[in-house]
Nanobody, 115 residues
Framework: QVQLVESGGGLVQAGGSLRLSCAPSGSIFSINVMGWYRQAPEKQREMVALIISGGSTNYADSVKGRFTISRDNAKNTVYLQMNRLKPEDTAAYYC?????????WGQGTQVTVSS
């Protein structure tokens, strides 16, 4: 069984920064992909950023140049550094991990950006 524990959300003013962390626990063998989705009220969940085992990354157009995803391979922990935050970044952010064909999700952490 795998659990993902997220941390780092909170309230920040527009233009500020936050760093989200996601650490898996349990049966970790070979992680293929880790990343983040977000969901704002009354909006569809959208991919924010992902990092593949080899280190390649991908970002939503809306966060390119502002957000950076990284991974500590020793800890299997993924980070999302969010800079120059905007009110439209307000959402619940969900970490996910793909391992052996299964996708695991965290419980979500709220990010609120005030204008």
């Amino acid at each position: 069984q795998v659990q993902l524990v997220e941390s780092g959300g909170g309230l920040v003013q527009a233009g500020g920064s936050l760093r989200l962390s996601c650490a898996p626990s349990g049966s970790i063998f070979s992680i293929n992909v880790m990343g983040w989705y977000r969901q704002a009220p009354e909006k569809q969940r959208e991919m924010v950023a992902l990092i593949i085992s080899g280190g390649s990354t991908n970002y939503a157009d809306s966060v390119k140049g502002r957000f950076t995803i990284s991974r500590d391979n020793a800890k299997n922990t993924v980070y999302l550094q969010m800079n120059r935050l905007k009110p439209e970044d307000t959402a619940a952010y969900y970490c996910y991990m793909v391992q052996r064909g299964y996708t695991y999700w965290g419980q979500g952490t709220q990010v609120t950006v005030s204008s």
